[in-house]
């Protein structure tokens, strides 16, 4: 079997719903009477100074329906009528809500209406700020990691109960680090804990074995929007999302075809095209931003701040012992975060990796993250980053900052050419945070190349536990517009801060 070229799998993962097999989500099922109604609530993304991105899927083919205002109560209401709901893409839809001003309040509400136009279900309703064209004080939030290690929705300890926790730090918007469900993470109605009680899963038939069709991969994304805290947090909180590895399968990379009897299709290319469908069609990421389908991208969020969204997962060499010269990012994408850093005026530059950089993530005898765990000059796709971490330096690109999640706990990791085999760098940090909802996991082995030092980190001694035994986390990011030092906090589920510094910008 010869593997679809990286282009031609992104290309045809936004295709129509012939080139793969129409498929619609099990729960709910489409509905043929009664009016129109809104499924899995509504989801903000991609905010900008004059507007977001806002999504909702309907039960039934129907028009998606957004109204606007600065006023809570809709008075003078502007009145945005977005695509036609229909089973081509599960009933979801999205559409860019623009020609908003910019650092303001706004309140909108969604509704599906029928296709005659003579009758509406009932609207969701929710609320966000745009983006500033000046400088005010931002906050932003950062985690990944969701549904994994067999922890779902357990309705006995209030569900995923940290979305609570980030919504009342009231964050400008929500970084999501990749890993946003776990296709490959079946779910059990019951979990036996360690002290003896039972953790209760709720379980769709989506998630009761591997993803390998359209239709169970559009219900992994529709598990986590079945939970309330999930719901309330996407009304209110733009996010920016990425991807990684367990959208469609643990540490897969193109062109991979599997050895598994857990798995009927075997060629990776073919789940991975049918999980990047299922990912446009059920996240808040425009889908006319997605060039080539490309996840890659840079938001701007005033004269303070540009976020780099990453994908480190899409382009990147097969995983090998990483002893010869690979990429992670792709030549293209590679080009394109250099020359978007050096074109950038912010103070801050935010680079968001779904994988971390100096961190040993292994995948068997291979290589599954950057670092190969060898002391030495950069090999395997230590080479790429090195290259990009040069160019850095050498157009004096300042205050660039690393955030990313994946290997679930949260950390402070500071990298200095003193330390490191490779010198063509100026110092940085890179902060983790994660997991979500998921198993945790203890502090991964440095490598030496880039010379990190772990400042901070906060991690159980072995692999696993629920998330009751307090190692679930989120990162939170503050910009103050008076002297544009931005502070890092690293928090548990509850909101406390764990760890903070302060940085100056340079």
């Known amino acids: 079997m010869t593997a679809m070229n990286r282009r031609d799998l992104l290309r045809s993962a936004l295709a129509g719903a012939g080139a793969i097999g129409a498929g619609l989500l099990g729960a709910p099922a489409f509905a043929r009477s009664g009016r129109p109604e809104l499924t899995h609530g509504v989801q903000l993304g991609d905010p900008r100074p004059d507007g977001a991105v806002v999504w909702t899927r309907a039960d039934r083919p129907a028009r998606m329906v957004v109204e606007v205002s600065r006023d809570r109560g809709f008075r003078d209401a502007r009145r945005v009528l977005g695509p036609v709901l229909t089973p081509e893409t599960d009933g979801t839809g999205e559409v860019l809500i623009d020609h908003l001003?910019?650092?303001?309040?706004?309140?909108?509400?969604?509704?599906?209406?029928?296709?005659?136009?003579?009758?509406?279900?009932?609207?969701?309703?929710?609320?966000?700020?745009?983006?500033?064209?000046?400088?005010?004080?931002?906050?932003?939030?950062?985690s990944g990691d969701v549904v994994g290690q067999g922890w779902g929705i357990n309705p006995d300890v209030g569900g995923m109960t940290i979305y609570a926790a980030m919504a009342r730090r009231k964050p400008d918007f929500f970084l999501h680090s990749g890993d946003t469900v776990y296709a490959d993470g079946p779910l059990q109605e019951t979990v036996r804990l360690a002290d003896g009680s039972t953790w209760r899963n709720v379980v769709t038939p989506e998630k009761s074995k591997v993803a390998e069709?359209?239709?169970?991969?559009?219900?992994?994304?529709?598990?986590?929007?079945?939970?309330?805290?999930?719901?309330?947090?996407?009304?209110?909180?733009?996010?920016?999302i990425q991807w990684d590895d367990h959208e469609v399968l643990n540490n897969w990379y193109p062109g991979e075809v599997l050895d598994s009897a857990e798995y009927r299709e075997k060629r990776v290319d073919v789940l991975a095209q049918r999980a990047f469908r299922a990912f446009h069609e059920w996240q808040p990421v425009r889908r006319v931003d997605a060039v080539d389908g490309r996840v890659y991208r840079k938001v701007s969020h005033g004269p303070l701040l540009d976020v780099f969204v990453l994908d480190m997962r899409t382009y990147r060499d097969p995983n090998s012992p990483g002893t010869r010269p690979e990429e992670i990012l792709g030549a293209r994408q590679a080009?394109?975060?250099?020359?978007?850093?050096?074109?950038?005026?912010?103070?801050?530059?935010?680079?968001?990796?779904d994988m971390p950089i100096g961190l040993v993530v292994p995948d068997d005898d291979?290589?599954?993250?950057?670092?190969?765990?060898?002391?030495?000059?950069?090999?395997?796709?230590?080479?790429?980053?090195?290259?990009?971490?040069?160019?850095?330096?050498?157009?004096?690109?300042?205050?660039?900052v690393w955030l990313t999640a994946d290997v679930h706990y949260t950390a402070a990791n500071h990298y200095s050419p003193e330390r490191a085999?490779?010198?063509?760098?100026?110092?940085?940090?890179?902060?983790?945070?994660?997991?979500?909802?998921?198993?945790?996991?203890?502090?991964?082995?440095?490598?030496?190349?880039?010379?990190?030092?772990?400042?901070?980190?906060?991690?159980?001694?072995?692999?696993g536990g629920s998330p009751l035994d307090g190692f679930q986390h989120f990162g939170e990011v503050n910009v103050a517009a008076d002297t544009g030092r931005l502070t890092v906090d690293l928090r548990d589920a509850a909101g406390t801060s764990l760890w903070s510094t302060a940085l100056d910008p340079r």
Request: glycine letters at 8%.
């Open 366 to 400: 291979a290589v599954e993250a950057v670092a190969n765990g060898l002391p030495g000059a950069p090999n395997g796709r230590e080479a790429e980053l090195a290259r990009v971490l040069q160019e850095i330096r050498r157009r004096g690109v300042r205050n660039v």
């Open 335 to 353: 080009r394109w975060l250099v020359d978007e850093l050096a074109r950038s005026r912010a103070t801050w530059k935010v680079i968001a990796a």
């Open 101 to 142: 001003g910019p650092d303001q309040e706004f309140h909108y509400r969604v509704f599906a209406e029928d296709l005659d136009g003579r009758a509406a279900g009932e609207p969701r309703t929710g609320s966000f700020r745009t983006a500033p064209r000046h400088a005010r004080d931002v906050r932003f939030l950062w």
């Open 421 to 463: 085999a490779f010198t063509g760098f100026d110092p940085f940090w890179e902060f983790v945070s994660g997991p979500l909802h998921a198993g945790a996991g203890p502090v991964s082995e440095l490598d030496p190349t880039f010379g990190p030092e772990v400042v901070f980190a906060h991690a159980p001694a072995a692999q």
């Open 213 to 240: 069709t359209l239709a169970e991969y559009r219900g992994q994304f529709a598990y986590n929007l079945l939970d309330a805290n999930v719901r309330e947090f996407t009304a209110h909180v733009p996010q920016l």
